[in-house]
């Protein structure tokens, strides 16, 4: 059977720094970038994309719905 891992892409100029979505992972995978986008805000980033397990937390507490959660395969 084939592992399933995670994977989340984030709209980084859109992004508004609220941490929801640092704050509703289960698995610590998301945090705050030191650095800012166009806005001033910093955005989110996967600071530890192996622990991340697609469970799409992330994606619906994004009041902007700048998240997208892949599912991706492992042979």
Do not use: F, W
Request: negative net charge.
């Amino acid at each position: 059977m084939a592992k399933v891992i995670g994977a989340i892409e984030v709209e980084v100029e859109r992004c508004k720094g609220c941490e929801l979505c640092e704050v509703a992972c289960p698995t610590d995978v998301i945090a705050m970038s030191h650095e800012v986008n166009a806005k001033g805000y910093h955005y989110a980033y996967m600071k530890n994309p192996d622990k991340c397990i697609a469970c799409q937390s992330c994606a619906v507490v994004c009041p902007d719905t700048v998240i997208e959660v892949y599912r991706l395969k492992l042979a």
